[in-house]
């Protein structure tokens, strides 16, 4: 008796399960509204991309073409330079505890060639100081501490090769941006003269250009801001990993030589 009174609720219940699912199907297929919600949305999501999209093309072009495109290139040519100096640094970063621990073991099993090799095969500026110093070591510590010193000079020219452009178009942004301005608002002021009134409809336009020159040039200004900051990070960074590591490599072949 028992288990035909589970059995018999167990059917109710799936009887009811049923019931609902086919009624939502149901209500679904009757309402195209409730069946679209889902579609509706990605359409909207999609309608405000490609508005957003429009409206900056829009102002751009309401901008006038000649300081926006000259503001439009600072950003192109501040992202490249960017773009090749964060690559060029990234590749620049090497492991100097791992590659001092290398050394090291290099000069106490097989000398100072096979040290050499080791630096020659590893890539990143730590590795090249390292060389020009242990191919000078023969001529006594001095003249490799100096070679040390010298070369990390050129590797730090390197790392810094093109960052002041970036400098540059950071401050020519905006400047540009402002220089629109005033044009702008000559362009106002001599509207109301020819027309001897002063009327919103004359002087919109100007100033409209004017806002608009202004906001893209310090767009591209705090564009550009970011990226510069995180490259001068980024070098000091491995100045500072060159300056540790060539003060271990000297006394590293102060004990060698003893």
């Given at each position: 008796?028992?288990?035909?009174?589970?059995?018999?609720?167990?059917?109710?219940?799936?009887?009811?399960?049923?019931?609902?699912?086919?009624?939502?199907?149901?209500?679904?297929?009757?309402?195209?509204?409730?069946?679209?919600?889902?579609?509706?949305?990605?359409?909207?999501?999609?309608?405000?991309?490609?508005?957003?999209?429009?409206?900056?093309?829009t102002r751009?072009?309401?901008?006038g073409?000649?300081?926006?495109?000259?503001?439009?290139?600072?950003?192109?040519?501040?992202?490249?330079?960017?773009?090749?100096?964060?690559?060029?640094?990234?590749l620049?970063?090497?492991?100097?505890?791992?590659?001092?621990q290398?050394?090291?073991?290099?000069l106490?099993?097989?000398?100072?060639?096979?040290?050499?090799?080791?630096?020659?095969?590893?890539?990143?500026?730590?590795?090249?100081?390292?060389?020009?110093?242990?191919?000078?070591?023969?001529?006594?510590?001095?003249?490799?501490?100096?070679?040390?010193?010298?070369?990390g000079?050129v590797?730090?020219?390197?790392?810094?090769?093109?960052?002041s452009?970036?400098?540059?178009?950071?401050?020519?942004?905006?400047m540009?941006?402002?220089?629109?301005?005033?044009?702008?608002m000559?362009?106002?002021?001599?509207?109301i003269?020819?027309?001897?009134?002063?009327?919103?409809?004359?002087?919109?336009?100007?100033?409209?250009v004017?806002?608009?020159?202004?906001?893209?040039?310090?767009?591209?200004?705090?564009?550009?801001?970011?990226?510069?900051?995180?490259?001068?990070?980024?070098?000091?960074?491995?100045?500072?990993?060159?300056?540790?590591?060539?003060?271990?490599l000297?006394?590293?072949?102060?004990?060698?030589?003893k």
């Amino acid at each position: 008796m028992r288990k035909l009174f589970v059995a018999l609720v167990a059917s109710i219940l799936m009887t009811g399960f049923s019931a609902n699912a086919n009624t939502i199907n149901l209500v679904t297929a009757e309402n195209p509204v409730v069946s679209s919600i889902a579609q509706e949305e990605e359409d909207q999501a999609s309608e405000e991309s490609v508005s957003f999209t429009q409206e900056l093309k829009t102002r751009f072009i309401e901008g006038g073409p000649g300081f926006m495109g000259i503001v439009l290139i600072c950003l192109i040519l501040g992202l490249a330079i960017s773009i090749e100096r964060i690559i060029f640094l990234n590749l620049a970063t090497t492991n100097t505890q791992k590659l001092t621990q290398g050394v090291e073991q290099a000069l106490a099993s097989g000398g100072v060639e096979e040290a050499k090799d080791l630096c020659r095969n590893t890539k990143g500026p730590v590795a090249s100081i390292f060389y020009q110093g242990l191919d000078r070591v023969d001529e006594g510590v001095e003249s490799a501490e100096k070679a040390v010193v010298a070369y990390g000079g050129v590797q730090m020219g390197q790392l810094e090769k093109n960052v002041s452009w970036i400098s540059l178009f950071i401050a020519l942004a905006p400047m540009l941006g402002f220089m629109g301005t005033v044009i702008g608002m000559i362009q106002a002021f001599d509207k109301i003269e020819a027309a001897g009134d002063m009327q919103p409809s004359l002087v919109a336009g100007g100033i409209k250009v004017a806002l608009l020159t202004t906001v893209f040039g310090l767009v591209v200004a705090i564009i550009l801001q970011v990226f510069y900051n995180y490259i001068v990070a980024k070098i000091d960074s491995i100045v500072n990993d060159m300056e540790d590591a060539s003060i271990t490599l000297v006394d590293i072949l102060v004990a060698h030589k003893k």
